[in-house]
């Protein structure tokens, strides 16, 4: 059992009022909050060994160097990822994703598919819809059911010897649906394709095995599970990383430079040109430890509560409706309610001190597949409660009283 107030006793930010109300954080999804110990290693770096990291002799330049790659280390245990060179440091989710993208580009020709999913963020669109306009490669969607849930028969049937990479994310960002992704790996290793996973939204609840899974590349962001923002990983198998060419050239990523020819760095740093992120690398290690420390068999746990709670709670509302209805969720609610704009219902309830999401999330398809304009979105953490839902309820019941 997890002890919720001593949990929220660690976010400094949860004891705050909004509004002059007490702060009912339910927007999660976009970003966490971020604990006191993770707030403290943020000031701990700049305070005693701020200084750039690879190349310095001197002494707080190795002390640098040392934690950043004690992070690197870290990530990989947390990840089971089999050589810690196969984690390369991003900004986040998306430079990941297009950092991948942009190497394919090498690897593709027309005619050639690239495959992603109803369910995508735009993050996972966009940089393969750039790819294909490069390389005459075709973009090709597997299809979502009206349970928000993919539709593993059309999967099957879109596969070919065509297919050449399959993107789609773990857990959607907009319905909260945990996609089968043991299964579209399994399936698109069949047809000789590799396979990225966008794990943004599933890192925050679950401990992905990489080598479990046996994905080519796999990746998240730091700000999502109560790291710094600016800062991510990509996963990519040994194999795959030295496949693709560099994404970005520049200092750190470079062997040998002449004018006449330049020989890149080996793994991990032929990803990782320029200065990094240091503070954001180091710290992302930090928020890891956390979260293992409270233990993501008990936050899943917790938070599937809190997900048929608020399911249950909502559902008393007249004329709500709740969309992703997939049995197979995340501790995500998106809703609208009959003839009240999402927009207006959000803007009322954060007057009553409450964050949630309004809009598309960033997955227009998926509302265009619904045919609405977008919905409001409860997304639930570990340090959130069955009391703050029910206060998030009544606020929906008086913002519909009023808009009605």
Sequence with gaps: MLDIQKIRADF??????VNGKPLVYFDNGATSQKPQVVIDAISAYYSEINANIHRGVHTLSQLATDAYEASRNTIQNHLNAKH????????GTTFGINLVANGFA?????????MVSALEHHSNIVPWQFLCERTGAK??????????ELILSEYDNLLSEKTKIVAVNHISNALGTVNPIEYIIKKAHGVGAAVLIDGAQATPHLRPDVQALDCDFYVFSGHKVCGPTGVGILYGKGEWLRKLPPYQGGGEMIAEVTFEKTTYADLPHKFEAG?????G????????DYMNAIGFDNI?????????????????IEGLK??????NKASVISFNIEGIHPYDIGTIIDKLGIAVRTGHHCAQPIMNFFNIPGTIRASFAFYNTKEEIDIFVEAVKKAQMMLS
């Design 281 to 288: 690398g180091i710290v992302l290690g930090t928020a890891i």
């Design 106 to 114: 090498s690897l593709l020709k027309a005619g050639d598919e690239v």
């Design 139 to 148: 973009l090709v969607v597997i299809p979502m059911n009206e349970k928000g």
């Design 12 to 17: 400094p930010i949860l004891s705050q009022k």
């Design 322 to 327: 709740i969309f992703g209805t997939s049995e």
């Design 300 to 316: 899943a746990a917790y938070e599937h509560e809190l997900l048929l709670y608020g399911t249950k709670r909502l559902q008393e």
């Design 275 to 279: 200065t990094p992120n240091i503070e």
């Design 84 to 91: 810690n060179y196969e984690i390369i440091f991003t900004s």
